[in-house]
């Protein structure tokens, strides 16, 4: 059974910085892709990066571009997410997931439970 449990979510203030983590297990953690997601109040979960396998490709929204990096330590079944300059609207609960690029294109298909992460301005 995969677990996916994130941390590291708090509150700063706008222009400071997180650091998320993400440990997984019950997989092979190297042959999944990772994403991170996140979940505004009274929005819909989005898409905020993924990073392949090897770590090698990597792709972000265009709302965190040159602000957040993803990464991941395969040798630490972990994967994270930096964020740096942050925003009041980033602001949100973050979601790790574990997924596989198929014919219709990425699909994830197990998660984490979220960790806060609030803004203030």
């Known amino acids: 059974q995969v677990q996916l449990v994130e941390s590291g979510g708090g509150l700063v203030t706008a222009g400071g910085f997180l650091r998320l983590s993400c440990a997984a297990s019950g997989r092979t953690f190297s042959r999944y892709v990772m994403g991170w997601f996140r979940q505004a109040p009274g929005k819909e979960r989005e898409f905020v990066a993924r990073?392949?396998?090897?770590?090698?490709?990597?792709y972000y929204t265009d709302s965190v571009k040159g602000r957040f990096t993803i990464s991941r330590d395969n040798a630490k079944n972990t994967v994270y997410l930096q964020m740096n300059y942050l925003k009041p609207e980033d602001t949100a609960v973050y979601y790790c997931a574990s997924g596989s690029y198929r014919t219709a294109g990425y699909e994830f298909d197990a998660w984490g439970q979220g960790t806060q992460v609030t803004v203030s301005s």
């Open positions: 990073i392949s396998g090897s770590g090698a490709n990597t």
